[in-house]
């Protein structure tokens, strides 16, 4: 029986990292949404034949703003890990994508779903500016 190679032990580590964040988030993402949906339901409209205040309409269209930010966030983060599962199949996880120099170790256990090392994120950034 052929031996696993510590790299590989590694990348099984970091897989079973990103696969619970996936499940945490998509976990989230659904709690969100069975909010937002009940949160909908509730406000089908005031029984007691009053208006709502323009300041709880203003308050829940906040509320609802933000909830969808924060999904977002969470799906975009969602592909940064689905991308970096793949690089784990493909076996070029834990290489810069544009330099394919290798990301340390302390970079990658910080942020397991990152796809460029310290030098070339500063220059993706740079350019930003």
Request: proline residues 2%.
């Amino acid at each position: 029986m052929p031996q696993k190679s510590p790299a590989h032990d590694k990348n099984e580590q970091f897989k079973k990292i990103l696969l619970k964040s996936k499940e945490d988030i998509v976990h989230d993402i659904k709690n969100m949404a069975a909010v937002n949906s009940a949160d909908n339901k509730d406000k089908g409209g005031d029984v007691s034949g009053h208006a709502m205040h323009i300041a709880d309409v203003a308050t829940d269209m906040y509320d609802r703003e933000f909830s969808l930010g924060l999904a977002s966030n969470e799906r975009e983060l969602l592909n940064r890990i689905d991308a970096a599962l793949k690089r784990i199949a493909e076996k070029t996880y834990g290489l810069c994508v544009v330099c394919k120099k290798a990301i340390l170790a302390a970079r990658l256990k910080a942020l397991p779903y990152v796809e460029t090392c310290v030098k070339c994120q500063e220059d993706i950034e740079n350019k930003k500016r």
